[in-house]
């Protein structure tokens, strides 16, 4: 794997970890609404 790639990755798990223990804010975030599954299914 390419290291740039690699250092890339590393950082962004380094990120998801940090979301996961309250430490920082995701940048965005998706709620979906159970009754428009239907719809976005089709």
Do not use: C, W, Y
């Not at 990755?9 to 804010?25: F, K, V």
């Not at 975030?29 to 976005?40: G, L, Q």
């Amino acid at each position: 794997m390419d290291k740039a790639l690699f250092e890339r990755l590393t950082h962004s798990m380094a990120q998801m970890n940090e979301i996961i223990e309250g430490t920082r804010q995701p940048s965005r975030t998706f709620e979906v609404d159970a009754m428009k599954i239907k719809e976005i299914r089709r």
